[in-house]
């Protein structure tokens, strides 16, 4: 088991970092590099098809996104947009994945659903602009989940347990992590990127507004897609994280335990208790409310009719 980043750093020092990741699984799971490379080189097709269908936009659950991907397409097919392809694309491909998981639709938890734009925002959008081959990209994804895999040691990665840096700090990280390596970035290089990453989420707390993963979870992804990129482009130049990784994380943990429970995934504080956040609650609970009682109207109405066919 690779127990720390630092450890890491001494196993993967002049060796390439998804090889070391490949056969440390291999030996503590017994599962062979190849068998994990196909299964991700599956969940790299599932990001990608779930990018192509959230960009055609529709509106979630909660009905308070849905169209975000969309509309930022349309901008940039328009060419009224202004930040470069890189970013755009990193944005948008982050939004289409977080409103297909808006929509319930098919996703890939990287490292959970309510993360889950950031890596293949960041990736992809890497891969089509540098014109990365996707071999390569299956292989960062192997870093960003051995990133994942070395914080989930230490930290529960969830916005209930730590608020949203568990989830998007964390995500950002591994993307930031994959990302130097798909830039060909050496293991130094990539921890440093996490650690860059991360240490700029710390405090970021889990406030969905209604309870529901789309405000402000869906546009935080694509804004921490393009953060991740900044991380690695810092590390690749050579910018070291004064505080070591492993601090990092342990500095995550100790916030995450310091949150008050309001700003932990309970929707009790932070956006949730604005007055817009606590209109749109209070409208969530009343549609609650009333389907409740219409699926009873219903079912109270079909055992009278039963009843009455039994009495006649």
Do not use: W
């Not at 390439?16 to 080189?41: K, M, N, Y």
């Not at 779930?50 to 308070?64: A, D, H, I, W």
């Not at 100790?254 to 956040?277: M, N, S, V």
């Amino acid at each position: 088991m690779i127990e720390s980043f630092k450890h890491l750093a001494e196993l993967a020092a002049d060796r390439d970092l998804a090889d070391v990741f490949l056969e440390t699984d291999e030996q503590e799971h017994g599962v062979p590099g190849s068998q994990i490379l196909e299964s991700l080189r599956k969940r790299r097709q599932v990001m990608r098809d779930c990018v192509e269908r959230g960009k055609q936009g529709g509106v979630s659950m909660g009905k308070l996104v849905g169209n975000e991907a969309k509309l930022l397409n349309q901008a940039f097919i328009e060419g009224r947009t202004f930040l470069d392809p890189l970013t755009i694309k990193a944005e948008l491909y982050a939004l289409s994945v977080m409103g297909e998981n808006s929509r319930m639709g098919v996703i890939v938890a990287a490292p959970t659903a309510g993360a889950g734009g950031v890596v293949p925002g960041m990736l992809l959008a890497l891969e089509e602009e540098r014109h990365v081959d996707p071999e390569k990209t299956v292989r960062a994804l192997v870093v960003a989940g051995g990133v994942g895999s070395i914080v989930a040691l230490s930290a529960n990665i969830s916005g209930a347990a730590g608020g949203c840096q568990n989830e998007v700090g964390v995500a950002t990280a591994m993307g930031a992590a994959a990302v130097s390596y798909m830039m060909g970035g050496t293991t130094k290089q990539c921890i440093s990127a996490a650690a860059l990453a991360l240490k700029n989420t710390l405090g970021l707390v889990c406030d969905p507004v209604g309870g529901l993963v789309e405000v402000p979870c869906v546009k935080r992804n694509a804004l921490f897609a393009v953060h991740g990129l900044t991380a690695a482009q810092l590390a690749l130049a050579g910018v070291d994280s004064v505080i070591p990784m492993d601090e990092v994380v342990e500095a995550m943990v100790r916030i995450g335990r310091a949150l008050p429970r309001g700003l932990k995934e309970t929707a009790e504080g932070g956006l949730a208790t604005t007055a817009t956040g606590c209109a749109i609650g209070q409208r969530l609970k009343d549609e609650a409310n009333q389907r409740r009682a219409e699926r009873a109207a219903e079912r109270e109405r079909l055992a009278h009719e039963r009843k009455a066919g039994v009495t006649s």
